[in-house]
């Protein structure tokens, strides 16, 4: 089996370079099944209702998100009913949505898919180890194929991560920087592993935002308002290749693309 995961989707450019691209990178790459980070598919913070339709309509089955989950207000009462989306797992259980659902690949492989922030330089939510771990007792009784989007900053937690859930899942993908790393690999138990995914969205700012808002942040450290940039967008993403019997990874490539 092949799954395809896509990186954080930016704002409207984003959208449209999974609009334009998705398309041919699932015949090219026999994709499977679609998975995609989309915390930022609304104006570069948030998801809505109808920007995760937008993606949906796409072909993506699960979206995943992060910290910025919470950003659209308006979204919160749609991430309650809509299972297709998750929130962070280890979030406080009082908390709206869910943080990992398992649907049929194929319609017949069940693929779970779980979502995890880190604590590094992020909030502190409750621990991602333990919060997997005790997450996995249960859900290795109903799917082989398991997916883990880890929403982290530090690549130290990211890759500590990956090695502690190594060999009980088949992939930890690792977002929220928004700039795809060159260190993909299979673990020694059968993990795919990449630190980040990287970002679908406008390449000409920086990591998705307008350049000179972001400069005049670092020099004034004054509160602004950000907004997303124009230009092109690259869509980033991974292929990850998966034994359906055992759940192992055999490939994990990285993907690159830029909207016309």
């Given amino acids: 089996m092949k799954i395809l995961f896509i990186g954080d989707i930016v704002g409207k450019p984003g959208r449209q370079a999974v609009k334009v691209l998705l398309p041919n990178i699932v015949s090219r790459y026999k994709i499977d099944s679609v998975i995609a980070n989309g915390e930022n598919a609304a104006g570069g913070f ?7 339709k937008e993606l949906f309509s796409c072909g993506i089955e699960i979206l995943t998100t992060g910290n910025h989950v919470w950003d659209k207000k308006e979204a919160i009462p749609y991430l309650i009913k809509e299972q297709r989306i998750l929130r962070p797992l280890n979030y406080p259980p009082e908390v709206p949505g869910i943080g990992s659902v398992i649907f049929k690949a194929l319609k ?38 398991i997916i883990i989007d880890f929403h982290a900053e530090a690549t130290s937690e990211k890759l500590a991560f990956a090695y502690y ?71 980033s993403a991974v292929v990850i290749e998966i034994d359906e019997q055992s759940g192992k990874a055999s490939g994990i490539q990285r993907i690159q693309l830029t909207n016309p």
């Fill in 165 to 235: 859930v190594d060999g009980k899942v088949s992939a930890v993908i690792g977002t929220h920087t928004h700039v795809q790393t060159a260190d993909e690999r299979i673990l020694p138990g059968g993990t795919a592993y990449i630190t980040d995914v990287g970002m679908t969205g406008p390449s000409g700012g920086v990591i998705g935002i307008e350049k000179e808002e972001i400069i005049d942040k670092f020099l004034t450290h004054m509160p602004r308002k950000f907004n997303v940039a124009e230009g092109k967008a690259v869509l």
């Fill in 46 to 52: 948030g998801i809505t209702e109808p920007t995760a």
């Fill in 108 to 145: 017949k492989f069940p693929v779970a898919v779980l979502n995890i922030s880190g604590r590094i330089f992020m909030n502190t939510l409750d621990c991602p180890f333990r919060t997997a771990k005790i997450a996995l007792q249960k859900i290795v009784e109903s799917a082989k194929i």
